[in-house]
């Protein structure tokens, strides 16, 4: 589906064709429709011009059918343009969950990245070609608004909150990289560039970091915090299981549930009597104003990566549910496994 716009930006992401494909029917549409109503204006206005000066027209009745058709007719053309545009909209804000995470963090004026591996850059983000790509985003102060145009990808990077997207380069290359959204005098500067290498050169590029993976440095601000204390992988703290939450559903108190998600996990930080969980008691202090966004990250990070460990080793997988139903002084009977496991994963890179 690879429609040729002139003058658009390069092509460089699975979307792309399919957004220009979209835009390129609105554009059909509007020069179609456009220049139909042209040249009927031009064909009624010579066909019923005023032949002398005292004719008088005759009445004109309505016409049911005419009418039906051009309501029905647009409904289906809006429908359908609606029904289409959803449909890219729903699948690019729905990451799967093969992709590959980078943190952005957004502030006056540049873009700040952090890769699972370690690296962090600055206006500047290395992937690799072919793989799909997520990206989490925060911002340090206002929003700022993430556009790249090769990938026909945008999206608002809103203070307190993720917001998450995803993409699939197909080319690799350079590709600009623009703050969208007026966020104060150097906006025009919140500049950078995407570099889409082949896998082959991002592996290598990787290796050439020196930075402590993300997860790891979550693990350290862990301890660091003493978040430890409560959420041990035991269940014998005081807080939930941790280990092997991630992307799970946690059941909370009043019945309802949430997907333990990276707002999840970064609301439960900053905000913890927001969402308690079934069997705990909302005792745990806030941590809003002691951790930076990117510690956020990567806290989130070592949350995601203690869930992924849990499933990994445990496929047939004790039942998501049980590490977070269980109340903090509930007979350690079924999850064990869990927390067994669980412990040896965190003690190992101590
Ligand atoms: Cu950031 Cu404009």
Same mark, same amino acid.
């Given at each position: 589906?690879?429609?040729?716009?002139?003058?658009?930006?390069?092509?460089?992401?699975?979307?792309?064709?399919?957004?220009?494909?979209?835009?390129?029917?609105?554009?059909?549409?509007?020069?179609?429709?456009?220049?139909?109503?042209?040249?009927?204006?031009?064909?009624?206005?010579?066909?019923?011009?005023?032949?002398?000066?005292?004719?008088?027209?005759?009445?004109?009745?309505?016409?049911?059918?005419?009418?039906?058709?051009?309501?029905?007719?647009?409904?289906?053309?809006?429908?359908?343009?609606?029904?289409?545009?959803?449909?890219?909209?729903?699948?690019?804000?729905?990451?799967?969950?093969?992709?590959?995470?980078?943190?952005?963090?957004?502030?006056?004026?540049?873009?700040?990245?952090?890769?699972?591996?370690?690296?962090?850059?600055?206006?500047?983000?290395?992937?690799?070609?072919?793989?799909?790509?997520?990206?989490?985003?925060?911002?340090?102060?206002?929003?700022?608004?993430?556009?790249?145009?090769?990938?026909?990808?945008?999206?608002?990077?809103?203070?307190?909150?993720?917001?998450?997207?995803?993409?699939?380069?197909?080319?690799?290359?350079?590709? !600009?990289?623009?703050?969208?959204?007026?966020?104060?005098?150097? !906006?025009?500067?919140?500049?950078?560039?995407?570099?889409?290498?082949?896998?082959?050169?991002?592996?290598?590029?990787?290796?050439?970091?020196?930075?402590?993976?993300?997860?790891?440095?979550?693990?350290?601000?862990?301890?660091?915090?003493?978040?430890?204390?409560?959420?041990?992988?035991?269940?014998?703290?005081?807080?939930?299981?941790?280990?092997?939450?991630?992307?799970?559903?946690?059941?909370?108190?009043?019945?309802?549930?949430?997907?333990?998600?990276?707002?999840?996990?970064?609301?439960?930080?900053?905000?913890?009597?927001?969402?308690?969980?079934?069997?705990?008691?909302?005792?745990?202090?806030?941590?809003?104003?002691?951790?930076?966004?990117?510690?956020?990250?990567?806290?989130?990070?070592?949350?995601?990566?203690?869930?992924?460990?849990?499933?990994?080793?445990?496929?047939?997988?004790?039942?998501?549910?049980?590490?977070?139903?269980?109340?903090?002084?509930?007979?350690?009977?079924?999850?064990?496994?869990?927390?067994?496991?669980?412990?040896?994963?965190?003690?190992?890179?101590?």
């Amino acid at each position: 589906m690879q429609v040729s716009v002139p003058f658009a930006p390069d092509q460089a992401s699975t979307y792309s064709g399919e957004v220009d494909a979209l835009y390129g029917f609105l554009w059909a549409l509007t020069i179609g429709v456009g220049a139909v109503l042209t040249i009927l204006i031009i064909y009624f206005a010579v066909k019923y011009r005023r032949r002398t000066e005292d004719e008088i027209p005759k009445a004109v009745e309505g016409s049911l059918k005419l009418e039906v058709v051009w309501t029905v007719i647009p409904f289906f053309i809006a429908m359908g343009i609606f029904t289409w545009g959803a449909s890219i909209y729903y699948k690019r804000y729905s990451p799967p969950s093969e992709a590959l995470d980078v943190y952005v963090v957004a502030k006056q004026w540049m873009w700040k990245f952090q890769h699972l591996d370690g690296q962090r850059e600055i206006n500047e983000l290395h992937i690799p070609v072919g793989r799909k790509i997520k990206l989490t985003m925060t911002t340090e102060d206002v929003i700022h608004s993430l556009f790249v145009p090769a990938f026909r990808l945008k999206m608002d990077v809103v203070p307190g909150k993720y917001s998450s997207i995803w993409f699939q380069p197909t080319e690799a290359g350079r590709y !600009h990289l623009f703050c969208a959204e007026y966020c104060g005098t150097s !906006h025009s500067g919140m500049i950078g560039w995407i570099d889409v290498m082949e896998p082959s050169e991002y592996q290598s590029w990787l290796s050439g970091g020196s930075g402590e993976a993300l997860a790891a440095s979550g693990e350290k601000l862990f301890q660091q915090l003493g978040c430890v204390t409560c959420h041990r992988s035991d269940g014998q703290g005081r807080g939930p299981i941790l280990e092997g939450l991630f992307g799970k559903e946690a059941a909370l108190q009043g019945g309802q549930k949430v997907t333990a998600d990276e707002a999840y996990v970064r609301e439960s930080i900053l905000n913890p009597k927001a969402k308690v969980v079934e069997g705990y008691q909302p005792i745990m202090p806030t941590f809003q104003g002691l951790v930076t966004e990117e510690q956020l990250l990567q806290l989130v990070a070592y949350v995601k990566s203690i869930g992924k460990t849990q499933t990994g080793t445990n496929p047939a997988g004790a039942s998501p549910s049980p590490p977070n139903k269980m109340g903090a002084a509930a007979v350690p009977t079924g999850p064990p496994q869990t927390g067994r496991s669980g412990g040896a994963e965190a003690k190992k890179p101590r």
